[in-house]
C-alpha cells in the first residue's frame, strides 16, 4: 500500500481478470433502506460475482470512496465493515483505493482483480444450439423485496430475513467448479434481470433460447415470475451446458430452465404456449 | 467489453501493477478553467505517472465516470477525445467501465492496470544513505499555473501554452530505463509536491535526505522555488540511484538535487544554510 501501485504476483500461466462497478447512492442504494455494512457488502459482491461468472479467482480489491461532507463516520467504518468481512470470506485482500469527499451523496467504485489459467476464462460467447441453459440458486428474491420497500409495504426490513438482496452471495465455488470441469460453454451473472442477462448472452453468442416460466426456480413460488424473469441484482450464475448437469454444484442449487437454439430469437414457454421474451431486467429504482 | 471481465493476457513472469485514482470536479479540476479534453487527459496521466514511478508498462485502462444529468453531451465527447488520445500516444487499450448519473459534479475513476517483470518493481522504500537522489524535467509549472488561476490574475488561459498543468506527460519512457538499466533504487511521481513525495520515499526507505534550492530545476526559474519545492501534480519522477547519472534518460532531463542521509530528517540547504524542510505539499484547491 505504500507505493505507488499495488503489486500482485499471479500463478503462472494465468489471464488476469478486471471488473470494475459505481455503486452509487439513490441508484443502487439508498441511506434509509440500506444500512452502511449492506452497501460495502453489496459493492464488493457485484465485482466478485463478475469474476465468479468468468470462472475466475478474486485476487484483490481497490475501493474508491467519496462519501459527502456531513456523513458521520460510523457510516463509513460500517460500510468498511461490511466490504472487508466480505472481502475476508473469499480471501481477498484490499490492496488500494482512493478516497475523496463527494459533492453529495455516497460514491463508491469498486475494482476486482482476478485471475484465471490462460485460455480458460469462461465467455459470454460460447453457447451453441443445443446446449441446455441453467441458473443457479433462486432468481427475483432481491427485486421482490426492492418492490416492496418502493411500493412501501415494507417500511423498516429485518435486513438479515433478506440475504439475497441486502447479503447476496457471489456464486464465485459454483463458478470455479465450472471452469476446473469444463462443464459452462458460455457463462454470465444475473445481475441485470434473466431476461436481460440472457438476451447479453444470446448476443455475444449469435443463438436464440427457449427457457421455459414452470422450470424457473422463482423466489417465492410461481407467482414470482415476474421477479424471477426481469429483477435484477440476483447475483446467481446463468450458463449453458453441453451436459446433463447434477442438482447441485459445489452446493449451490442448479435448475436446468430451457435450451440454446439456433435463430436469435429468446422465447418464453407458459403453460404450452410460446411467446418472444423481451430484455425488460431492472435498471435498479433510479 | 462484451463480458464480466475484461481478460488481459501478460508477458511472461510479470507482475500485475494497479492504480486507481479520482478525478473529481471541484477538487482535481474545474469546469471554467479545464477544457474537457484537459480533464479527460490529466486524469489518465495520473495513473500512467504511477505505472511509470514503478517502472512498469501500461497494459489496460479503465474508466468509471459518472456525469450530472445537465452535462452536454459534447463534454463528455471531448473528455473521452483527451482521455483516448493520451491513451493511444501510450498503446494503452480502454479496456471496460462504467458510467453512471451523478447527483452533482463530474467524476471520473480511472484504473490503470501495467505490468513489469516479477521483482523489478521500483519501490519507495529502496532508497539507501549516500544514493543521490534525482528528479526528472522540472517542477512546480503546474502549481505556478494553478496559482495565477486562483489568484485571478490569469482568466482565460491558452491551454496548449501550459501543457505541464494542462496535458502533463506521464514519464513512462524515464521510468522503464531506470529499471531495465536498474539504475534507480527507490522511486516515487512528484503528484503531491517534492516535499511531501520526498517525505514518503524517505519513510518507506527510513532515512533521511538532503536537497539543495540551487540544484532544484524549478520552473521559471529560481524565483519559483516554493512551487517547485510544495507545488502538485507536476508528474515528475523523484528517485534514488548509487550511480552518477547523465543530464538526459531516455530524451528526458535528469538533475541531481541532493543526497540520502542517514537518520530521519528531510532537510533543505539554502545559501549554504540547512533547515529542515515540512511536507508541505499542496492538496489541490479542494
Redesign the interface.
Known amino acids: 500500500m ?9 500463478p ?2 494465468h ?8 455503486s ?4 443502487h442504494f439508498r441511506r434509509q433502506w440500506h444500512p452502511p455494512d449492506s452497501v460495502g457488502h453489496r459493492c464488493l459482491a457485484r465485482g466478485l ?3 465468479a ?2 470462472g ?1 479467482e478474486p485476487r ?1 480489491a ?1 475501493l ?1 470512496l ?1 462519501v459527502p461532507p456531513g456523513l458521520p463516520q460510523s457510516w463509513v467504518d460500517a460500510f468498511l465493515r461490511g466490504f472487508l468481512t466480505l472481502a475476508r470470506k473469499f480471501g481477498v485482500p484490499l ?11 455516497v ?1 463508491a ?1 469498486i ?1 476486482v ?2 485471475s ?1 489459467p ?1 485460455g480458460q ?1 469462461i ?3 460460447g453457447a451453441r444450439p443445443g446446449d441446455s441453459l441453467y441458473v443457479t440458486g433462486e432468481l427475483g428474491a432481491s427485486a421482490r423485496l426492492l418492490a416492496r420497500l418502493l411500493s412501501g409495504s415494507l417500511k423498516k426490513p429485518n435486513t438479515r430475513r433478506y440475504p439475497a438482496h441486502f447479503y447476496p452471495t457471489p456464486r464465485l465455488a459454483a463458478g470455479r467448479l465450472l471452469r476446473e470441469k469444463k462443464l459452462a460453454a458460455a457463462m ?2 444475473v445481475s441485470d434481470g434473466l431476461s436481460t442477462d440472457l438476451h ?1 448472452m444470446c448476443e ?1 453468442s449469435r443463438v436464440g433460447a427457449r427457457i421455459y416460466a414452470e422450470m424457473l426456480p422463482a423466489a417465492g413460488g410461481p407467482a414470482n415470475l415476474r421477479f424471477a424473469l426481469h429483477g435484477g441484482e440476483d447475483y446467481e450464475l446463468l450458463f449453458a451446458s453441453r451436459r446433463a448437469l447434477p442438482a447441485r454444484l459445489a452446493g449451490t442449487p442448479v435448475t436446468r430452465i430451457g435450451e440454446v437454439t439456433r435463430g436469435r430469437k429468446v422465447v418464453l414457454v407458459e403453460a404450452g404456449r410460446e411467446r418472444n421474451l423481451p430484455a425488460a431486467g431492472w435498471e435498479h429504482f ?1
Chains 1, 2 share one sequence.
Open positions: 505504500g507505493d505507488d501501485c499495488a503489486v500482485l504476483r499471479l503462472p500461466r489471464e488476469v481478470l478486471m471488473t470494475t462497478d459505481f452509487l447512492e439513490g441508484v460475482s463478475d469474476i461468472a468468468m475466475g484483490a481497490f474508491s467519496a490492496a488500494g483505493g482512493d478516497t475523496a469527499e463527494s459533492p453529495d451523496g460514491l467504485d475494482v482483480l482476478g484465471v490462460a476464462a465467455l459470454r460467447s454470465i451473472d447479453h455475444e433510479g
